[in-house]
């Protein structure tokens, strides 16, 4: 009987060598190694699971998490990621030569990654219906009208592109 490979839930392709995924677990171990990835952006204030870091140990792909020991707010806020941290993220996302491959990952796959992706579109020159159609896609029942706004609000000034920026941006 033939290997299975399972993507893990809200699996896809962004740009060649860039995919975004919600957290893995061990039946999605198989499908995440045949990537070879050098990289994983793990956009979540909540530390991985040990089973998922001795997997990303054992592969040799370098954990980066955005969001790490963030304090709970005492406000409400109208998003889950502060600027800077999308900022952090896309500044690692448009590092192709020591990143990729590369995937974004949060807990579902969904809002946070969703944000990151988005703003990589506005980098991208995407138009917002299109972008906003991508993170619906990808978001499906759990759409935050506070991260579209997030997304349409975001200033793409603020991003520095290095010389050895992305052949898609």
């Known amino acids: 009987m033939g290997s299975y490979y399972i993507p893990p839930v809200n699996f896809g392709l962004v740009e060649d060598n860039l995919y975004r995924s919600g957290h893995p677990n061990e039946l999605n171990f198989p499908f995440l190694e045949k990537l070879h990835l050098k990289k994983i952006l793990y956009l979540s204030p909540e530390t991985p699971p040990q089973a998922f870091k001795t997997f990303v140990d054992d592969q040799g792909i370098n954990l980066q998490q955005v969001g790490l ?39 579902v796959g969904r809002n946070r990654v969703g944000i990151v992706v988005g703003c990589l579109r506005k980098l991208q020159r995407w138009n917002l219906t299109s972008i906003f159609e991508e993170y619906r896609r990808c978001a499906g029942s759990k759409v935050r009208v506070l991260n579209e706004q997030f997304i349409e609000l975001f200033d793409t000034d603020l991003v520095t592109l290095d010389l050895h920026h992305p052949p898609w941006l």
């Open 69 to 107: 020991g963030e304090e709970p707010r005492q406000t409400a806020s109208w998003s889950p990621m502060e600027e800077e941290q999308v900022l952090i993220a896309l500044k690692e996302t448009l590092d192709t030569e020591r990143n990729y491959p590369l995937c974004l990952m949060d807990s």
